[in-house]
């Protein structure tokens, strides 16, 4: 079959690969239909999260067709159109008991590296390096997904694929950054990141009673879309003084909570920003972490930052004197996808949450290596290209 | 840069730099060192399963499903009703053999001991009750003998040593009671070829053995 795989530090490749098949009870095939580049895919690309190798596939937000199931599977038939969440849950664990799936004990067969970093392996991730497991991903005709009865669900008649292809990952992990901040109601939210994820948060933040979001990003066409789709208001940080502008714009106080949907790779303007990039290139950190000071400096006294976009390993000048002394609640995590697609599928289906103009550059996987780069370079207005193998 | 002076002071400060690493160096190794007693190198390993203890030790008894899960890589033979032997191959192939008697002692607790090969060994694993209906926890202590003198001064290094392997048999256990399977990555497919797959294999080894139980 053919599948888009990592050739080294920004390099991709469309090449020949083995089909996946059966390996236990509870796997089952799937045969792509489409899936989508994500920003976290950057970070391997780019080689700032370690434990890629060659010839890795990448992809772990996918929709698709079962084709095949292991002995055990019982919730699931071959033919089955489904959505896949990206982190593996094995359901059988305390983590995957108390629905916190993307810290699930049994899903990362390789946890020495991620045990040593983090002092714990969370769960193991569909398509994301040997750190998270080793698991082949699903920029490619098929996928093995392991404990397919916990991870795969059924897509709901009349869903196109390039909208539901976002509940793998973009919008559990936009939910649930919505849902650390714990709204009761009339709240106003930033949102750092008009990207896939900060598009689904800034959304689940209005269903979840936010009376007011504020999406920050530096790219034009982002923001239009973000304020045109959603009705968000918005802060181009490249022009304005973020900190300056959200204190105004809540007449002193602050967001009420503040979410990160960026990343290691976040980008910023200025002398700091230079200083973070050079480190970081030269791998003397690990992570760029301009938008999460900014939301601990902006967040009200009180409040809550959310952070989802992912970050791996250390970062300098952290303002934890401004977190401590402002009393603010941080809140963090990979999503728990297999907790929150079922309800998010339903609000798909009635149009409570229409993620499908994310997919502004569908097209085969043959293209993918475009695809990447149009999506890295943010080129052509491209929010996220969606590989169709079969195409 | 030139005066005498300002060279046995860099000197000196070398020195000293080295000789603080060094010192901060072994400090760490031995830490990471198991006790030693009478001669036996003992390891306390343990994992915690979300199971109450009765599933636990059914899991043990339940003869279709043990043998089920053990069929990669052991088999199990009934001496007497409580006393069994285990026979595992070394997964990495080579015909390595692990020989071991295991002896029930009463409920919750087992014990072992392996004579024959390489590294004589003796373990125990208790059962506890973990609190906060947080299921069981399997404490396991294993003794050992390093061979060789050249081990015994510098201490178990290397993959083969059996903390590793009781860390990695305390994980395979969990995954086993909790979901019936071990998940294994090594037949995705990749675009890799023989020697880039043999060079990730090595990885995935690394990644695989040890770290915390």
Redesign the interface.
């Known amino acids: 079959?053919r599948?888009l795989?990592w050739?080294g530090v920004g390099k991709l490749?469309v090449?020949?690969?083995?089909?996946?098949?059966i390996?236990?009870?509870?796997d089952i095939i799937v045969k792509v239909r489409a899936s989508s580049v994500c920003g976290s895919d950057l970070h391997l690309i780019n080689g700032y999260l370690p434990?890629m190798?060659?010839?890795?596939?990448l992809g772990h937000e996918f929709t698709g067709e079962v084709v095949e199931t292991g002995p055990?599977v019982q919730r699931l038939r071959v033919g089955d159109r489904v959505v896949v969440g990206s982190v593996?849950a094995?359901?059988?664990?305390?983590y995957c008991?108390t629905e916190q799936y993307s810290l699930c004990?049994?899903?990362?067969?390789?946890?020495?590296?991620t045990?040593?970093l983090w002092g714990?392996?969370p769960a193991?991730i569909l398509g994301y390096s040997?750190?998270a497991?080793?698991?082949?991903g699903s920029h490619?005709e098929y996928i093995?997904v392991?404990?397919g009865d916990v991870g795969a669900f059924k897509v709901p008649d009349g869903v196109a694929d390039d909208a539901v292809v976002f509940a793998s990952d973009a919008m559990p992990t936009g939910w649930m950054a919505a849902d650390f901040c714990a709204l009761k109601g009339g709240e106003v939210v930033a949102v750092w990141g008009a990207g896939g994820v900060g598009q689904m948060a800034a959304r689940s933040a209005q269903i979840l009673g936010a009376e007011r979001v504020i999406v920050i990003d530096r790219l034009p066409e982002r923001l239009a879309t973000a304020a045109d789709r959603l009705g968000v208001e918005t802060i181009n940080y490249a022009e304005t003084d973020v900190l300056e502008a959200l204190r105004e714009m809540t007449a002193g106080r602050g967001p009420d909570a503040c979410i990160e949907a960026v990343g290691m790779e976040s980008h910023d303007v200025g002398p700091i920003y230079a200083y973070d990039k050079a480190k970081q290139s030269a791998r003397l950190t690990t992570d760029r972490p301009t938008s999460v000071r900014q939301a601990i400096m902006a967040c009200r006294k009180g409040g809550t930052v959310s952070i989802v976009g992912v970050h791996g390993g250390l970062v300098d000048k952290f303002p934890l004197g401004a977190a401590m002394n402002k009393a603010l609640v941080l809140r963090m995590g990979q999503m728990h996808a297999q907790r929150y697609i079922p309800m998010l599928l339903d609000r798909l289906a009635v149009g409570e949450i229409d993620p499908g103009y994310l997919a502004t550059h569908p097209m085969s996987l043959e293209d993918g290596v475009r695809g990447y780069e149009l999506f890295e370079k943010k080129q052509d207005a491209c929010l996220r290209s969606v590989l169709h193998p079969a195409a | 840069m030139t005066s005498n002076a300002t060279r046995w002071a860099l000197l000196g400060a070398t020195t000293v730099t080295a000789l603080g690493a060094g010192r901060a160096v072994a400090r760490r190794r031995r830490r990471h060192q198991p006790d030693r007693q009478g001669g036996w190198y003992v390891v306390r390993r343990g994992v915690t399963v979300d199971r109450p203890m009765d599933a636990v030790i059914g899991f043990w008894t339940d003869r279709e499903r043990l043998d089920r899960a053990l069929a990669e890589w052991a088999t199990l033979e009934q001496l007497d009703d409580n006393r069994w032997r285990c026979v595992a191959s070394d997964p990495a192939g080579g015909g390595t053999e692990w020989r071991a008697e295991i002896t029930v002692d009463g409920p919750g607790r087992l014990s072992w001991r392996v004579d024959e090969g390489p590294v004589p060994q003796r373990g125990h694993v208790d059962l506890v009750s973990a609190p906060q209906d947080r299921g069981t926890e399997i404490r396991a202590e294993l003794r050992y003998r390093a061979g060789g003198l050249l081990r015994r001064v510098l201490g178990p290094v290397g993959g083969d040593e059996p903390d590793l392997g009781l860390r990695d048999a305390l994980r395979r256990i969990k995954s086993l009671v909790e979901t019936g399977q071990m998940i294994d990555t090594r037949h995705d497919p990749s675009g890799r070829d023989a020697t880039q797959e043999k060079a990730t294999d090595r990885v995935r080894e690394r990644l695989t053995t040890g770290g915390r139980a």
């Open positions: 079959m599948a795989c050739e490749a090449r020949d690969v083995p089909e996946p098949g390996r236990a009870e509870g434990a190798r060659e010839g890795d596939i055990g593996v094995c359901g059988g664990c305390w008991r004990d049994n899903s990362n067969p390789q946890p020495v590296l045990e040593k714990h392996s193991g040997h750190a497991g080793g698991y082949s490619a093995r392991p404990f």
